[in-house]
């Protein structure tokens, strides 16, 4: 597990800088108990095979043979199936052999994204190094640069395996006119490399996205700045990249972190939580 560790509040108070930039999808599927694009410009996911299930607070788990499929039509925006960004925030139940997380072929081959024991590769071009243990939420971004033809993927924020796809292997079929992703679901063709899991969040862009951008996506930025009355301070970061994180807070480094017990309200497109500082001095951390 990865966490973003934010020095003294009380030290920074007023120092800190402004958050990141929101970086807009084309399409967002937040699954807040719906499969709907919350832009408004996309079509709706698709349950693969058979529906899933909803979770409290956002979320949708899978079972192992099924999963969500997304047909992308190029009248939506300015969407095109060889020039994109795809983020995608998620957890597997199983992490050994392959276990498959995107398709770009309507499930006609076994190319695409794929966690192998854990690591990040796209099959059969590129392998990872990080490990994403079973049960352990992660953001896996993919960009695919049409003028290019080169492929990037990352894991949470840091860039995990490229190259030139000179064979259109991470180009989605158009099928009717739309481009079609498929997640978490396997191939027709050999199938069975698939898990159980939960996604709480997708993200569809119709360009590829910077690494600064991917960065601002995939790792929230903590920010401080002084509270609404003296001894309080206003904590923020972007929902657009803190789904699935838990803030903690800590007065002595040497102790263990904790949950904060305050409940963050959504201000626009930030989390803000008010807490009061009360000790000399308090650490904060985003973590999943």
């Not at 039509?73 to 995107?102: E, K, M, Q, W």
């Not at 930025?221 to 807070?249: D, I, K, N, Y």
């Amino acid at each position: 597990m990865k966490a973003w560790l934010l020095l003294s509040a009380v030290a920074l108070l007023g120092s800190m800088g402004a958050l990141r930039a929101e970086v807009p999808p084309l399409f967002s599927y937040e699954l807040q108990g719906n499969l709907t694009d919350t832009t408004g410009a996309g079509a709706d996911l698709v349950p693969d095979v058979a529906a899933g299930t909803f979770v409290a607070g956002g979320g949708y788990d899978f079972e192992v043979g099924t999963g969500l499929a997304l047909n992308a039509p190029a009248s939506a925006g300015t969407f095109d199936g060889g020039n994109y960004s795809i983020v995608l925030h998620c957890r597997l139940d199983f992490d050994s052999g392959y276990r498959r997380l995107i398709d770009f072929k309507n499930l006609t081959t076994d190319d695409g994204v794929y966690y192998e024991n854990g690591v990040l590769v796209f099959y059969p071009v590129a392998t990872g190094t990080g490990v994403v243990p079973a049960g352990s939420f992660a953001t896996v971004a993919l960009t695919r640069d049409g003028s290019t033809g080169e492929v990037k993927v990352y894991l949470n924020g840091s860039l995990e395996l490229s190259f030139e796809d000179t064979g259109g292997i991470a180009v989605a079929d158009a099928v009717l006119g739309s481009s079609v992703f498929h997640f978490f679901k396997d191939d027709a063709a050999f199938g069975g490399e698939e898990s159980s899991g939960r996604v709480r969040q997708i993200q569809i862009f119709d360009r590829p996205l910077t690494p600064a951008e991917v960065v601002a996506v995939s790792v929230p930025a903590l920010t401080v700045s002084a509270g609404p009355v003296a001894g309080e301070a206003t904590l923020r970061w972007p929902v657009q990249s803190g789904v699935g994180f838990q803030l903690e807070r800590n007065d002595n480094l040497l102790d263990a972190w904790t949950p904060d017990p305050g409940t963050p309200s959504l201000v626009g497109s930030n989390y803000e939580l008010v807490t009061p500082l009360d000790t000399p001095r308090r650490f904060f951390r985003l973590r999943r």
